[in-house]
């Protein structure tokens, strides 16, 4: 199957700093990716969509200029915490939905989920 | 906005049991619905898909979908202690793919 390599997988910062995640996709194009964050016993929460070569979409709520998220190739997008704070602290986790057939567009193949703890 | 609603549980059965998960959506153009397995601290993985109204069986598990009541379910037959876990429902719009709360289930060995 598809696969997404997601680094890193864990990170521990000070607060202020800024922590880059990447996502890619290994064996295919990937014209959409996902970032989704997740904090402790709650589901994943859709911070951005980002389609490759355009600007992110961001869901209400999510601060662009904070969570900076670039997807310059249709194998690799980047999440960027800039500034980050202990409340910044979850589980981040990007998806990639591929082109292709039908069924292929509609699954979602996971990254293996960045643990960020900022002190 | 999309809403995608499960009950959080916690849902325990037995070992060997069948474990009934239920989930409903909003969303009248979805087309396509999933069920993801998540453990602890670990990405959700790809369970079923289901895209018609009707069951579908793969293995131990069988996905339930009706468009009309807007209701996609999973069941797992002859429960195991390993299936314990968050369970995710999924659902397919044009633009994105939005996630229940999930529903966790133990399996009591």
């Known amino acids: 199957g598809a696969v997404v390599s997601q680094h890193p997988s864990r990170v521990i910062c000070k607060s202020g700093t800024s922590v880059k995640i990447e996502c890619r996709s290994l064996d295919f194009q990937a014209t959409t990716m996902f970032w989704y964050r997740q904090f402790p016993k709650q589901s994943l929460m859709l911070m951005a969509t980002s389609n490759e070569g355009s600007k992110a979409t961001y869901e209400q709520g999510v601060e662009k200029d904070k969570f900076l998220i670039n997807h310059a190739s249709l194998t690799l997008s980047t999440l960027t915490v800039t500034s980050a704070h202990p409340e910044d602290s979850s589980f981040y986790i990007c998806?990639?939905?591929?082109?292709?057939?039908?069924?292929?567009?509609?699954?979602?193949?996971f990254g293996s989920g960045t643990q960020l703890s900022v002190l | 906005q999309k809403e995608v609603e499960q009950n959080s549980g916690p849902l325990s059965v037995p070992e060997g049991a069948i474990a009934s998960l239920n989930c409903t959506y909003s969303?009248?153009?979805?087309?396509?619905f999933f069920w993801y397995r998540q453990y602890s601290g670990k990405s959700p993985e790809l369970i079923m898909s289901i895209y018609s109204n009707g069951d579908k069986e793969d293995g131990r598990f069988t996905a339930q979908l009706n468009k009309a009541s807007q209701y996609v379910s999973l069941l797992i037959r002859d429960s195991q202690p390993s299936d314990s876990a968050t369970y995710l429902c999924a659902v397919n719009g044009p633009d994105d793919m939005r996630f229940g709360a999930g529903t966790r289930l133990t399996v009591k060995p």
């Open positions: 969303d009248r153009v979805s087309q396509s």
């Open positions: 998806s990639a939905r591929g082109q292709g057939a039908f069924l292929f567009n509609e699954k979602l193949f």
